[in-house]
Structures are given as C-alpha cells and as structure tokens.
C-alpha cells in the first residue's frame, strides 16, 4: 500500500505531502488547482513517461516520492531485494523520481539508482491506476479478455499456461519444419561440406592436445645426439666414471666420503649433520638411476622421427582448414555432428517432423479447448456479477453479455488449429476472442460496449468490473481518476458507496469532482490553490469532519452557505449510515462462511 507521497514543482503544485491511510481516500479541489498532478505524480512514480512540461515554471526539478508497504508481496518483495534498496525499520521503502527541465529523469528505490523500469516493475505489483484512458483500454479486445481470465483464476490460468506451452513447442517444430523444406537444397550443400570435414578429421583421428606432444617428442627425436652427451655428463657428475676412475668420483662418491668422516668424528655437532647428508646422497641415487634410464631411452631413430613428422603434417592439414590446434580441431567436429543431426532433408526426417507437429496440434487443441470451456463457464458468472453491480448504480435495466467465440483462421494462417472440424486460429492467449456486451435497457439488442455506453454510463461498466474483480485482484492499491465524470445525482451516490465498500479489501484512492462520491470517503484530501505575488501555488490538505462539510458545501452549491452546508452534513449522515450498515453485514457473512 502507498503509505505518503510528497510532491515537490509538479504542475501548479509547489510542494504538498500526501498522508495516506488504509481505506478509502478521496481527493477534491477547484477546477485547475491541481488535482490532476496528484495521479500524474503516482503515474511518475509508477515509472510512467516524464513530459518536461509538467514541471513547475520557475524551477529546474520535479520530485515526487513515494513510501510503500509491502509486507506479503512476494513479487515486489523480490523487487526490493534484487535492487538492493535499503528498507526502514518500519518494512517501507521509499521511491523516488526526478524530471529536470532539460528532459533528464532519474529514479531511486530505497535510497539507491535504479532503472526507470523498477519502479515501473515494483508498482505494477503494488499499484493500479484506472482514469479515462484506462476506459478506452477496456474496449479492446485483448482487456477485455483479460477481464474474464482475471474473475476465472486458476480454472483459466492452469490450462492456459499449459496450452503456451505446448505452443512453443508446436511453433518450434512448425519453424524448423518450413526451414527444413524451404531451405533444403542450401542445407543439403552445408551437409555435405560439414560431412567431407567430419570424414577428414576421423580419418587422422587426433587426441587431445596430441599437437602439443608431438612437438616436443620431435625436438627430442632431432637433438637425441646433444641430449646423450648432456645426460651422460650430468650421470658422470652425479654418479662417477663408469670404469671407476677415482679421479672421478661423482658428487655421489663425495657425498659418500664426507658422510664416513662426518659418522666417525668425535664432535656430536658434526655428528649431527650425517642424516642431512645421508637424505642428499639418496636424493642423488635416485636422480643418478634416472639419468641413466634417460641415456639408455635416447635412440637414434631416423625412421621412427620421419613417421612423428608425418603425423605432425596430418594434424597441421587439419590446424590450417578448422581451428588453431588440435583441441579446437575436436571441438568444430563436435559442433558439425550437432549441426548435422538439424539439417537432415530426407523425406524420412521430413515426415517425422511433419508427424511429431500433428501430435502436438492435437494436444494443443485439447488444451485450448479446455480453456475455452473455462472461460465459457467463468463469462456467465461475470456477466450476472456485473450486471448485479451496474444495478446498483443506477442502471437497473442494463445487463450485461460476455461472449466468447474461438476466432476463425484466416487463408493462409501458419498459426492454424483444427477444433472440432473448424480452422482456428491458435494465439498466444488462446483461440478465444471475447466481447463485453451491454444491454441498454430491456428489448434493447446487446450491443459492444463503446456502442450501447455513454461516458457516464462506461464509467460505471468500469467500476462495476473493478468491484466484482476485487477478489482476484493481487494489488492491493486501486486508484481512480475522475472515472464518475459525465455521473450525477443517485448513480453518484451508488458509485461512492461501492468504492466504499470495495475499500474495506483495497486501498482506494479516488481523484473525484462530485460531492456524493466524497461523502463516502474514510480520509478527504483537498488540493487548495493559491495566489501570491501573481504566481499561482496549490498545496494539499487532511480536513477534518468541519472542514470537510465547508468543501462538500463548495462543491455541492459552489459556496460554503448555510444550505449547502446543511446538504453536506446529510450526505455525510447518510454515507457514514451506509458505511456503518454494510460492515455488520459483511461480519455475519464472514461468519457464515
């Protein structure tokens, strides 16, 4: 829920702090004293475009802030929590947003940078904002379908998220199937290259890093003179002459000598130093053994140097055409047998893609079908839910019709499914288009609601819908924006008692012109506009239940009188009645369930 918001050179608004509660919140004001900029802040704050226009003359920035609970949210809670934004200790975190005049716009999330898109993210889950142009949203088909997937829930939800599945993987064999065809004699070319590589590369058949070995057993194999005399003279140094010339003893010999006189001396210290050299004398056996296994491995071979270069050339042959060494070599041949086992054109790979598309366009019908027949199920509930609601607001005879109809393929449709012996076309939502009808009055034919609605009248279609989706509705923040405009005398009231009661499960914020919507509200916000030194300043204010009868009298006669006051201390009498009336209600039916 939205906690506060402050607004700072937004619009006519120079600086206000909107102090929110749970419930129903309305905010009023004179035309052009700013009410507007309170949903514009809100549509910044939810990440909405900056327009440079709606700073303030006369100053450089416009700041609005927002503090939101979240507690619950899973959605947001991951939000916060991936951005890195500090949380007070009361569970709140405030957003930011700043327009310059010079078009820049920066946003923060708990005191850190983010992305304009995070905020948009965090309110998507938080928030939702219904005016004008969200009335002509809901004339489109894609909303209007989403209206009944929304009051259906799971019964729509679960088979639809199957059915997407199994689409993707209908759309991927349909996509390399046309490839496949289209494209076969182009594949069939690259086929034959990868497959003249493969043959090439198995008939050397290299092993990992064998270039690399190669290359030093053929240095050894070319220097094996140089090596012999080097490993000879180093044995001679470590072990001695071979014919036992003790001229040439060997750094074994003299290890051994000072080893004797050091174990017969008298002096314990030099005693001591006898296993240090009895660990040096085994430490030069062992290398004297290796040497001499080294001297007796160096072979002159001619034969056998010729036959490691011609493997050599071999892995070079294969270096020059397909990668920089010999592991790279494995991993091209590793990456064409992958490649070839897609580029397959024969008729059998052919027709098994063909079959393995058909077995999921008869699953995918299922499931669209299944879809179907829960949205079926879920319009006539709607339909009778909404039309309970538009009754109370005084469109008594007004009924409303939700039909669903799968949508027929057209000629040529790639996207095409065959249900029930009919050609569909399967989107990504499903086959269904849906319409919301309405009813005007009774013998009235149903008629597409932008049809058969005034303005007034598609205010009130909205808010009925809103009402009845409440449950299913995850966001616990509605705000409304003028939806009452073209609405008066009893269907006024109706629409502030059904926000009313829809903000006992949401908070609801309602920028409203009409005194009988206001009189409903829990909090009344006004937005209070100002004159000094010929600029014009707006700011907002909490009333209390005085002051609140002086604005419903301004807006109810235009002039804080003592008729119009008496008419707005009975409209609040008569809301807080209703108020008080519905809630026992609401109690007994909890209870009951």
Partial sequence: MLAEMRIQGLGVIEDALLELHAGFTVVTGETGAGKTMVVTGLHLLSGGRAEVSKVRTGMLKAFVEGRFTYAGVEGAERIVVDSGADVDEDGSVIALRAVAVDGRSRAHLGGRSVPVGVLAELSEQLIAVHGQNDQLRLLRPAEQRAVIDRFAGDSVAKPLRTYQEIRSEWLAVIAELTERSTRSREMAQQADLLKHGLTEIDAVAPQPGEDVELTDRIKRLAAVDELRATATEAHVAVSGSPDGDPDAPGAMGL???????????????????????????????????????????????????????????????????????????????????????????????????????????????????????????????????????????????????????????????????????????????????????????????????????????????????????????????????????????????????????????????????????????????????????????????????????????????????????????????????????????????????
């Fill in 255 to 593: 290890v051994s000598e000072a080893l004797r006189r050091l174990s017969t001396a008298e002096d314990a210290a030099l005693r001591e130093l006898a296993p240090r050299l009895e660990e040096a004398s085994v430490l030069l056996t062992d290398v004297g053994a290796e040497l001499g296994n080294y001297v007796e491995t160096l072979d002159a071979d001619p034969a056998l140097l010729e036959k490691v270069l011609a493997r050599q050339s071999d892995l070079k042959r294969l270096t020059r055409k397909y990668a920089a060494d010999v592991d790279g070599v494995l991993a091209w041949a590793d990456d064409a047998r992958r490649r070839l086992e897609t580029m397959d054109t024969s008729e059998e790979a052919l027709a098994e893609l063909a079959l393995r598309r058909d077995q999921l366009a008869i699953q995918l019908a299922a499931h669209a079908s299944e879809v179907s027949a829960a949205r079926v199920d879920a319009a006539a509930a709607l339909a009778a839910e909404i039309t309970s609601e538009l009754s109370g607001l005084a469109m008594g005879q007004a009924a409303i019709e939700v039909t669903v109809e799968q949508r027929p393929a057209e000629h040529g449709d790639t996207h095409a499914l065959t249900i029930d012996g009919r050609a569909v076309h399967a989107g990504p939502d499903g086959v269904d288009d849906v319409e919301l009808l309405l009813r005007a009055h009774d013998g009235a034919p149903p008629l597409p609601v932008h049809k058969a609605a005034s303005g007034g009248e598609l205010s009130r279609v909205m808010l009925a819908i809103e009402v009845v989706l409440a449950h299913a509705d995850t966001v616990q923040t509605l705000v409304f924006d003028e939806v009452d405009a073209g609405v008066g005398g009893r269907a006024a009231v109706e629409i502030g008692r059904r926000l009313a009661r829809l903000a006992r499960t949401h908070q609801v914020l309602v920028v409203t012109h009409l005194p009988q919507v206001a009189a409903f509200a829990d909090q009344h916000l006004v937005v209070d506009k100002g004159h000094t030194g010929g600029v014009t300043r707006s700011g907002v204010k909490n009333l209390s239940q005085t002051e609140r009868v002086s604005e419903l009298a301004r807006m109810l006669a235009g002039m804080d009188n003592e008729t119009g006051r008496a008419h707005a201390e009975e409209l609040l009498a008569t809301a807080e009645k209703d108020k008080t009336e519905f809630e026992p209600k609401k109690k007994r039916a909890a209870k009951k369930k």
